[in-house]
């Protein structure tokens, strides 16, 4: 087995970033916990706080093997690192355990993302099957193409997860939408945040774990993470701006909650491009990003489709806008790596991206909304009506987050 001499620095950064990228589940926990009625913020906050245990027992079993098990055809990884045997072959600049830290921190908040969308009336047994069959039919496949695969090899860019997470977790989240059913109550009822406060500490935590998702995405404490950490900032700064500008426009009124989504779909936007790109890019994809998000949640109201906290609206067109418009921003300068169409790269990067957010996104859909169908079939996706009125802390819990 070759040597190799471990960079202190880089190891140090990268440690560092798996533990902020974990902070982000507990984080995103508030975010969609303050969200949802008060009935129901203890099964939102278990739901994304078991995918810490679920699908970091999965990863270490068999996940990062598959992803970075080198089997030699792009398309799925091998055993070779079963029950995390061997990592130490990996050893570069960093360990190899360091790398399989960070990446379970992302394998772990991708399919917490989806629970967004399927809030107050998810059952958390058939939760819990889900996320677990998900993690290994569709993400471990989608990360192995984009981070370690064919996608990549094809010329196709994601800097930290734009289109492994984003808008995989987002589509995921369409198909299992249109499986389980709106609300009872949906359209006639109100349904407010019951604590707004507790989604504004959710949305700090996020953008401050973020900066280890994405600066932490090039294994290494250089320049690259630098500018990666700037763009991060700066997207999410530019995305809470842009979601206010037109939400003022509309309603008159610029929210809290407005601020929080738009500075989440921007953070979002820039997650593909955050090591790609430099100069005005982060501050137009962040503002695209809070723009056309906002503007997107008008397509469930379109469709009926009850997408309780915007998972579609935020992640998938957020992880689009950002996955698009790397084929334009990318700066050779930066990293290089490839020039977009605005830096004289001409189409062939802006190709690669679509051909891989399309890839990803229908291979994503057509998986979820088939393990959907069948865990609805054989023991049921949702509450019953009793449950649901009744409100998933008690019905599935046997306890309260408030005192009467």
Not at 332 to 359: H, M, P, R
């Amino acid at each position: 087995m070759a040597m190799f001499a471990l960079d202190s620095g880089d190891t140090a950064w990268v440690l560092t970033s798996a533990a902020l990228v974990l902070f982000m589940t507990p984080g995103l926990a508030f975010f969609y916990g303050g969200m949802v009625r008060s009935k129901n913020v203890l099964g939102m906050l278990m739901q994304n706080v078991f995918a810490m245990g679920l699908v970091s027992t999965i990863w270490a079993i068999v996940g990062f093997s598959l992803v970075f098990g080198d089997s030699g055809n792009g398309w799925i990884g091998n055993f070779d690192f079963l029950f995390l045997a061997d990592v130490k072959d990996l050893d570069g600049d960093i360990p190899g355990m360091a790398l399989v830290a960070f990446q379970m921190m992302f394998a772990v908040i991708t399919p917490a993302l989806i629970t967004g969308a399927t809030a107050d009336r998810l059952k958390f047994g058939s939760y819990a099957v889900l996320i677990g069959f998900w993690s290994l039919l569709v993400y471990i496949p989608a990360a192995k193409w984009v981070f370690n695969g064919w996608l990549l090899d094809m010329g196709a860019l994601d800097f930290a997860g734009g289109t492994a997470i984003h808008i995989n977790a987002g589509v995921a989240a369409l198909a299992v939408v249109i499986v389980i059913g709106n609300r009872r109550g949906h359209g006639t009822v109100a349904m407010p945040p019951h604590n707004l406060p507790l989604t504004m500490l959710g949305t700090g935590i996020l953008w401050f774990g973020w900066i280890g998702f994405n600066a932490g995405s090039g294994l290494a404490a250089d320049g690259v993470a630098a500018q990666a950490l700037v763009n991060t900032h700066l997207a999410a700064a530019t995305g809470m701006l842009g979601w206010l500008l037109v939400e003022r426009l509309k309603s008159g009124h610029a929210t809290t909650l407005g601020a929080a989504s738009g500075a989440v779909a921007g953070l979002v936007a820039i997650t593909p491009c955050a090591g790609f790109v430099g100069g005005p890019a982060p501050l137009i994809i962040g503002a695209a990003a809070g723009v056309l998000c906002f503007l997107a949640l008008g397509i469930k109201e379109k469709m009926d489709w009850d997408d309780s906290l915007d998972v579609i609206a935020v992640h998938l067109i957020g992880g689009i806008v950002g996955t698009l418009l790397l084929g334009f921003f990318a700066d050779t300068a930066i990293n290089g790596e490839f020039d977009g169409l605005f830096y004289g790269g001409g189409l062939e990067l802006l190709k690669d991206q679509f051909v891989a957010a399309l890839v990803v996104g229908v291979f994503s859909f057509v998986v979820t909304f088939a393990l959907a169908k069948i865990i609805d079939g054989t023991m049921g996706l949702r509450v019953d009506e009793d449950a649901e009125l009744q409100g998933l802390d008690q019905s599935q819990h046997a306890e309260s987050a408030y005192s009467s």
